[in-house]
């Protein structure tokens, strides 16, 4: 079976990504310079949104969200486990590039290793889940310092994946690659750690930097992250 999709589906909920803090109640022009969709393509999706209550029109002509969306918001909420979003993910980069990937979030002003899944085979570079170490110049804390704290780094804005080797062990490499969600914003630091004589920068080249670049997308979109944004941000438009 195909993975092709229903364009019109697909556009109709692309209209109700352009609603966001801020821009809760948006005009029929404004819904159509937003989405790139002509008039008369965003009114006809707009008219069946409505009719399945996931849009309210005023009498001002203005829309805004409807009761439905709060309902899948809070069955989403309910059956939400971020552990079997991410640990699937981290399981399948590490086995497709033979190093430990790890998921690392700021938790009282240092980094904390959340999620992890460890290479199969060979010689590895291991911290438990639940370790924590201080925001350093290593590529996983530059990821967490930038994007984070907005932090400005000291050679401007990073190539991603961000590489460094010999930041807190002199035996130990990372590349590392920011992780978005709901509005955009920074949840988490995307890490492949290895030693340093197997995990060099050329790797970058090799492969590393699509896979990681697409596993960043694929959970930056499940969590919540725009699909524009994310489009844009790792360069993944098709």
Not at 126 to 150: E, M, T, Y
Not at 205 to 230: V, W
């Amino acid at each position: 079976m195909g993975n092709e999709g229903v364009i019109a589906v697909e556009k109709a909920l692309a209209l109700l990504d352009c609603f966001r803090p801020g821009s809760d109640s948006l005009t029929l022009t404004e819904l159509a310079q937003l989405s790139g969709y002509h008039k008369t393509t965003v009114y006809r999706l707009m008219n069946s949104l409505e009719r399945m209550n996931y849009i309210v029109r005023h009498d001002d002509g203005n829309y805004t969200p409807g009761p439905r969306l709060l309902y899948l918001g809070k069955l989403y909420e309910q059956s939400f486990h971020l552990a079997k979003v991410v640990q699937p993910e981290l399981h399948t980069l590490s086995q497709a590039s033979h190093e430990s990937a790890s998921w690392y979030v700021i938790e009282g002003g240092q980094r904390l290793c959340l999620y992890r899944a460890e290479a199969s085979e060979g010689l590895r570079h291991s911290n438990l889940p639940g370790s924590l170490f201080p925001l350093d110049n290593s590529a996983i804390s530059k990821v967490l310092r930038h994007w984070g704290l907005n932090e400005t780094l000291a050679e401007g804005e990073p190539a991603l994946p961000i590489y460094t080797s010999g930041a807190r062990d002199p035996h130990t490499a990372a590349f590392a690659i920011p992780v978005f969600g709901v509005h955009d914003k920074l949840i988490a630091a995307l890490a492949l750690t290895g030693p340093s004589s197997r995990l060099t920068e050329d790797r970058k080249a090799s492969g590393i930097n699509a896979l990681m670049k697409e596993t960043a997308n694929r959970l930056s979109m499940k969590l919540g992250a725009s699909k524009l944004f994310c489009e844009q941000f790792y360069g993944t438009e098709e």
